[in-house]
């Protein structure tokens, strides 16, 4: 699926995830996060029939996505664009696609959590339409113990609706 950029941006497309993507998916995953998902489980969403999409420009994959659905709901599981890319409007634009892949398949919710330690995140889902609901006290591994997770949420409106 193309997705829209302003003028002078570079050109990305969204496609779903392959195995022989995972290499490049851990390459971005490492420079991103300070305690990684592993390749592992990554692969194991893939075969669970988890969506997994990829953000790529010209140059190749710049960002992905993990969601799993059910129940009318999607959750968000991880989201990621290369530091490099990050701050030109590639989040927004992966988000946007994963809520359309959501809402095909049936999602009238997604959820999230997000660590508060990512600010840039926080601000790009609330100006996005999600809202904290709740948190997951010592969520997340950190340096030095643990970290909190923002729970978020959001109600997807289908096309004909908005």
Partial sequence: MSVGVPAGQPRTRL????EEDLEAVM?????????PWTQGIFRDCLRAGYPAWILESDAGPIGYGVLSVGAGE????NVCIEPGHQGQGHGRRLLRGLERVARG??????????????PAAIALYQDEGFNEIGR??????AHGGREDAIVMAKELLFDDWA
């Fill in 74 to 77: 999607a959750h968000l599981l």
């Fill in 136 to 141: 997951r006290p010592r969520y997340y591994p």
């Fill in 27 to 35: 390459r971005i995953e490492l420079r991103a996060y300070p305690f």
């Fill in 105 to 118: 398949q049936g999602a009238r919710r997604v959820f999230l959590e997000v660590r508060p330690s990512n």
């Fill in 15 to 18: 496609r779903p995830m392959r």
